[in-house]
């Protein structure tokens, strides 16, 4: 399996921010990350895929960027709505597909 | 625009088997990969498998021994089939479209779906 670790954890930030989320694989993946934003209580809604391509949409502060193995999801200028959980995903292997374990973005 | 819609038992006995259906409305079933996708409460995400049109199948290894996929593409649904479930099973279950070298760009709302005596 693809290992797909996601830090921080937990990352306390406030309207404004700009934050950045790390992914990293445990082999290269290419280019084939997607990221994924999740409310509570919703599904997960597809921002970027092929790492840094922003699904259509969606808003122009998120920005994704890296290769290989390692990966980062910037939010440009945080918004209330942006408060949630973030999840990796690589699709360059179907054995298994596999997330990372999620950044939760919450407020300072 | 596509829409997604997970639909099934609730409440699965230990032991028994866990049957889901999505039903897909706005794109035909025969033009992508269908996946299942899981999250415990509180956890993270869980590929559990896509089918595609011609019935071909890709499942976690994880939980290839228990899981059956199927498609119908008269009714443009497809479908989830766990045996032998244990309380681990307990989650919210997703259906979702993998749009090839895109990721998965449409959800249902989700079920939850919880294993109890």
């Known amino acids: 399996d693809i290992q797909m670790t996601q830090s921080p954890s937990t990352l306390s930030a406030s309207v404004g921010d700009r934050v950045t989320i790390t992914c990293r694989a445990s082999?290269?993946?290419?280019?084939?990350l997607a990221w994924y934003q999740q409310k509570p209580g919703k599904a997960p809604k597809l921002l970027i895929y092929?790492?840094?391509t922003l699904k259509s949409g969606v808003p122009s502060r998120f920005s994704g960027g890296g290769s290989g193995t390692e990966f980062t999801l910037t939010i440009s200028g945080l918004q209330p709505d942006d408060f949630a959980t973030y999840y990796c995903?690589?699709?360059?292997?179907?054995?298994?597909?596999?997330f990372g374990q999620g950044t939760k973005v919450e407020i300072k | 625009q596509v829409q997604l819609q997970e639909s099934g038992t609730g409440l699965v006995k230990p032991s028994e088997t866990l049957s889901l259906t999505c039903t897909v409305s706005?794109?035909?079933?025969?033009?992508?990969?269908w996946s299942w996708i899981r999250q415990p409460p509180g956890k993270g995400l869980e590929w559990i498998g896509y089918?595609?049109?011609?019935?071909?199948?890709d499942y976690n290894p994880s939980l290839k021994s228990r899981v059956t996929m199927s498609v119908d593409t008269s009714t443009n649904q497809f479908s989830l089939k766990l045996t032998s479930v244990t309380a681990a099973d307990t989650a919210v279950y997703y259906c979702?479209?993998?749009?090839?070298?895109?990721?998965?760009?449409?959800w249902g709302q989700g079920t939850l779906v919880t294993v109890s005596a």
């Open positions: 092929k790492a840094s």
């Open positions: 979702a479209r993998d749009v090839v070298a895109t990721g998965f760009d449409s």
């Open positions: 089918v595609y049109n011609s019935g071909r199948t």
């Open positions: 706005g794109d035909s079933i025969g033009s992508h990969y």
């Open positions: 995903q690589q699709y360059r292997s179907y054995s298994p597909l596999t």
């Open positions: 082999q290269s993946i290419t280019d084939w």
